[in-house]
């Protein structure tokens, strides 16, 4: 069992910077790929990033590549998603999520065995 634990969440005005961690107490963590997900109201739960193992690689969604940047702590057992000019469209509930066993894709929520709780982001105009 991997518990994920997501913080960071609020409400931020357009075009300033919000910074999401989601932690975890597993001593394997940095054997896991990790992502984050975001569901809005009435929509299904959307990629936004991943990243590898040792934090070597990373991917994005096309709705916030270039403005939000994912990364991982090994030694605090912790992965951020660092959110810069979020937009009105970014609100939604944030999801960290992890990768404990081996799959071909790290882009959908089937790839993913563990969720943390979800933290709620809201966007101001």
């Known amino acids: 069992q991997v518990q994920l634990v997501e913080s960071g969440g609020g409400l931020v005005q357009a075009g300033d910077s919000l910074r999401l961690s989601c932690a975890t107490s597993?001593?394997?963590?940095?054997?896991?790929?990790l992502g984050w997900f975001r569901q809005a109201p009435g929509r299904t739960r959307e990629f936004v990033a991943s990243?590898?193992?040792?934090?070597?690689?990373?991917s994005y969604g096309d709705s916030v590549k270039g403005r939000f940047t994912i990364s991982r702590d090994n030694i605090k057992n912790t992965v951020y998603l660092q959110m810069n000019s979020p937009k009105p469209e970014d609100t939604a509930v944030y999801y960290c999520a992890a990768q404990v066993f081996n799959k071909a894709s790290a882009y959908y929520a089937r790839d993913y065995d563990y969720w943390g709780q979800g933290t709620q982001v809201t966007v101001s105009s």
């Open positions: 990243i590898s193992r040792d934090g070597g690689s990373t």
């Open positions: 597993s001593r394997a963590f940095s054997r896991y790929p």
